[in-house]
Structure formats: structure tokens, C-alpha cells
């Protein structure tokens, strides 16, 4: 490294961002450019640990993740990035991931979480030397088409166009297959345009990387949902192979009392929708759930939650309350947590920064589990009942034990449900014969990706259920291998 001793001589130094009072002003991206002799100062802080673990992408079952999923040649463009030459690390950078612009926004960073230099002091702020890396790339123009050399004449269907699904596009147009993208909305992107919000994942920055992807030779189908308006039958007649990239999409519900009210939405019913209104007529057009001067009560603990507060707190919210149904965790890991496991422990995303600047506290509320749902003469939800609940497990399994004398009456205007998803629609699967396993989802192993039809893979959340935007890519990417391999008899793909 060039920078033996960097970790002991320089402090870490996070990325900048606007603060929360002036971006709850508006739907533009908040997290800023750091200059670039800071950048090199953090890149100089990565060690020559020799075992670093932040690119090791795996799993310990039944603990949590440990560094990046996509394996990102991470010791490599810190040195890189310390060393001036950003080109180099650019090139580094895409060895692994073909989005490192998205990942460099709304990752949460597991890689810093099995850091080294995290033992005993703040992590490298790899997430955000990986943002400046991307962003300086295509500032300097050095990010363009690079279609293949030669074609196979093979042609492949990916089916959904997320981080899955574009992820294994890229890479088997790369292979020289000609290959389209179907996506059942009318704009590409799948969760990362209408699950993430604009000021998390601005649409231009998917655009741009999408015309890219064009020039190269992909093409993208969008307003077409197979088995309704392009049949199973063309789909098999027309290609060689198809890839499922659908996501997790059915929704967990909240089946308490009183849940049929009007006001009580499942997330993605809010986020959708407001992301739509604001790409095709910044809001104007008025087609979406307006939280503007409403009491609004998130249930969900989670990153849809958030988004649900960053959401409502733009719309010009009342008040806001967000239900975590866990305790609230301690500000040091626990032994069963230690290192190089992801950090769980206490931490405010920027969503809560911003609910704590407009309304003076965190929104949170932990240990909270809602009874029953009470509405006005009109049918429309205005209060919640909860009661504080103890986590507890039994067998293996996990119990709720509510706490006596602990019940509480919440006002709301609006309920937004942020408590995950069940699995992968079904009706396609069903009209394509894909076997799935006992949670619904698409039954295929990890590392061969082949579904019970001989021709058909999957990968991403309609295999492995609801994750990360960073393990979609991984197994798009790892998915379109196996593909390639099945088409070829062998692969070059990594």
C-alpha cells in the first residue's frame, strides 16, 4: 500500500452532505463531492492488513454478512485513489461491479462494517471513495459504450429490470448475446426507480448508465408484463434462454384490527407513486398519496420505512412516528455481533436526521406492536393501538410477549406498512411451470441459478427473498454466467 502507517496518521473524515433543513426543501440529491486530496487522504487510510476481510462477500449463517457481496477489489483502489490515479480505479472498480454509482448510493456499506481499521477506530469510507470514483468517471468522460467485438447469435430474455436483472444484461451482452430487458412499468429500473426516492437515487443517474447500456447493444422493453401482454409461448419461441429477475414484490401485511381503513397503504403504494408524479410532472399531476399536513405513522423498522419518512417529511407531514418493533440497539456491538460481521448497533439513517431537524426528535418508537387500527364515522383511519412487546424465542421459534400496562393510543392521518415482503409475484411463475420452494420463492441453488425449467434461471430477490441492492447485483451478475455457460458449453464470465 502506499500508505503503510495512513490509518494511524489521518482521521476518518465522512463524505459531506447538505444539511437536512435545506434538502427537505426540495427532491435533488444531498450527498456532495469531497475534494480530491481529502479523497486520497481517506484512500491513504486503508492498511496493508493482508486479509481484508471487506471484500470477502460472504455469509455466516444464522450471524450476518460479512464484506462486499459483489467482492469489489477494494485494498486495490484505495491504494489507487492515494496514489492520484483515478482512471486505474475506475477499471478496478468495474472488474466487479457494473454499477458502482448506484451501490455508492444507497449501500449500506457492510464492507466498512468488516474494515480492519474498524477494530479500534472508524472504517475507511470505502462507500463513499467508491461514489467519487464513479462520479469523477463520468465527469471526465471516461465511462462509454463498449459493446462487444463479436456476437453468438444467441438470444436471451431478462425478465425484470432492477439491479438482478440489469446487472445480468450487462454482463451477458458482454458474453456477445443480444439480449432484452422486459419490465412491466413504464420506465426501467424496477426498485431502484420506483423503490428508492429521487433524493437517495436520482433517476438521471440510472439514465445515464442505462444509455450505455443501449449503445452496447442491450435492448429494454418497457409498459410489457410476460404472460399478459407478451405470452409464455413468443417468450420461449423467441429466445434461447431467459433469466427471472422479478424481485420480491408480494407484501407482508399488518393483519390487525381495523386494517381495512382508509389511510393505511402499503409502502411501496406510497413510494411508487410519488416517484412516478415526480419524474413525469413534479408532482403537478397530483397522482400520488400526499402526506402534506398529516399525523403519519410508518410501521417498519427498516429501509422502506425510511424512505416512507424522507418521503412524507418532503410532502410537508404534520407528524411523524416510526413503529420498530425490536428494542433499540445498544452504540457498541454485542458479543454474538463481533467483528468482521455487520455492525449491528445503534445508528441514524438520513432519514431520521432529517425527521429529528424538522420535528426535534428521532421518529422512532421501539418495542411497538400495533393492536388495532380505529377509524372516524367516515371509515378513515385516525388512530392506532399498540402495545410494547418483548422479543423472545422459544424452540427456535421467535415470539412476540407483550408487556402488561404498557398500551398506548397514537393519532394518524396516515399509515404507511414497511414490514418487508412475502416473495416473488406468483402468477408468472405459474404460467412458466417454475418450481419455487417453501417460502414462495424461485427454487434454484446459489451458484448455478437454473430453475426447474432447463432454460430458465433466476436470480436476485425472486430467489434468495427480500436483500440488498449489492447481493441483487452479485447474483445477476453470477446468474448470467451460468447462463452463458448453458448457451456456450463453457464461459468467460467471472
Known amino acids: 500500500m502506499g500508505k503503510t502507517t495512513g490509518f494511524m496518521e489521518y482521521e476518518m473524515e465522512a ?21 480530491e486530496e481529502k479523497l486520497q487522504t481517506q484512500g491513504a487510510r486503508c492498511m496493508d492488513c493482508a486479509i481484508p476481510f471487506c471484500q470477502a462477500g460472504t455469509t455466516m ?9 459483489v467482492y469489489n477489489l477494494i485494498p486495490e483502489w484505495n491504494d489507487l485513489v492515494y ?5 486505474e480505479a475506475l477499471v478496478r472498480l468495474h472488474k ?10 444507497v449501500c449500506p456499506a457492510p464492507c466498512e462494517g468488516s474494515c480492519t481499521v474498524a477494530l479500534n477506530d472508524d472504517p475507511v469510507t470505502i462507500k463513499s471513495i467508491e461514489f467519487n470514483i464513479v462520479e469523477k468517471g463520468f465527469k471526465e468522460g471516461w465511462i462509454v459504450a463498449n459493446p462487444p467485438e463479436k456476437r453468438t447469435g444467441k438470444k436471451v430474455a431478462v425478465i425484470g429490470s432492477g439491479p438482478a436483472g440489469l446487472a445480468a444484461a450487462a454482463q451477458l451482452n458482454k458474453a456477445g448475446h443480444w439480449v432484452t430487458v422486459f419490465e412491466k412499468d413504464d420506465r ?9 426516492p429521487d433524493v437517495k437515487l436520482s433517476y438521471h443517474v440510472i439514465q445515464r448508465r442505462l444509455d450505455i447500456m443501449e449503445e452496447e447493444g442491450i435492448e429494454f422493453v418497457t409498459n410489457t408484463e410476460i404472460g399478459e401482454n407478451y405470452s409464455v409461448d413468443a417468450l420461449n419461441n423467441d429466445f434461447d434462454s431467459v433469466l427471472l429477475c422479478t424481485g420480491s414484490q408480494v407484501h407482508r401485511d399488518v393483519p390487525a384490527e381495523g386494517r381495512g381503513l382508509e389511510g393505511i397503504h402499503y409502502a411501496m403504494d406510497f413510494l411508487r407513486p410519488n416517484t412516478k408524479s415526480l419524474l413525469d410532472s413534479r408532482h403537478h399531476d397530483g397522482n400520488f398519496i400526499s402526506a402534506e399536513g398529516k399525523d403519519v405513522i410508518v410501521i417498519g423498522g427498516g429501509d422502506t420505512g425510511v424512505d416512507c419518512i424522507t418521503t412524507s ?23 454474538d455481533n463481533p467483528w468482521p460481521l455487520y455492525p449491528v448497533v445503534y445508528g441514524q439513517e438520513e432519514g431520521h436526521k432529517e425527521a429529528e431537524a424538522v420535528f426535534g426528535d428521532d421518529p422512532r418508537a421501539y418495542k411497538i406492536m400495533t393492536k388495532k387500527f380505529v377509524g372516524d364515522e367516515n371509515g378513515r383511519v385516525k388512530e392506532l393501538h399498540t402495545i410494547d412487546v418483548d422479543t ?14 404498557t398500551e398506548r393510543v397514537w ?7 414497511a414490514v418487508g415482503f412475502t416473495g416473488p409475484e406468483q402468477e408468472l411463475l405459474e404460467k412458466m411451470e417454475i418450481e419455487t420452494d417453501d417460502k414462495s420463492n424461485v427454487k434454484a441453488e446459489y451458484g448455478e441459478y437454473k430453475t426447474s425449467r432447463d432454460n430458465v434461471f433466476a436470480a436476485g430477490d425472486n430467489r434468495r427473498g427480500q436483500s440488498l441492492v449489492v447481493w441483487a447485483i452479485h447474483e445477476g451478475r453470477e446468474a448470467a454466467r451460468e447462463c452463458d455457460r448453458h448457451l456456450m458449453g463453457t464461459t468467460n464470465l467471472p
Open 15 to 35: 463524505p459531506p452532505k447538505i444539511k437536512p433543513m435545506e434538502r427537505v426543501k426540495n427532491w435533488q440529491e444531498f450527498q456532495l463531492v469531497m475534494p
Open 96 to 105: 466487479t461491479n457494473n454499477f458502482p454509482e448506484f451501490t455508492g448510493r
Open 392 to 405: 423472545i424465542y422459544e424452540d427456535g421459534k421467535k415470539i412476540r410477549k407483550e408487556i402488561p400496562g
Open 61 to 69: 449463517d444464522g450471524s450476518g454478512e460479512i464484506g462486499c457481496p
Open 83 to 87: 496514489r492520484g490515479k483515478w482512471k
Open 411 to 417: 393519532k394518524a392521518d396516515l399509515v404507511f406498512l
Open 313 to 335: 417529511i418532503r410532502h410537508g407531514c404534520n407528524s411523524l412516528t416510526q413503529f420498530d418493533i425490536h428494542p433499540e440497539k445498544d452504540s457498541q456491538r454485542d458479543e
Open 188 to 196: 426501467i429500473g424496477g426498485l431502484l426507480t420506483y423503490g428508492i
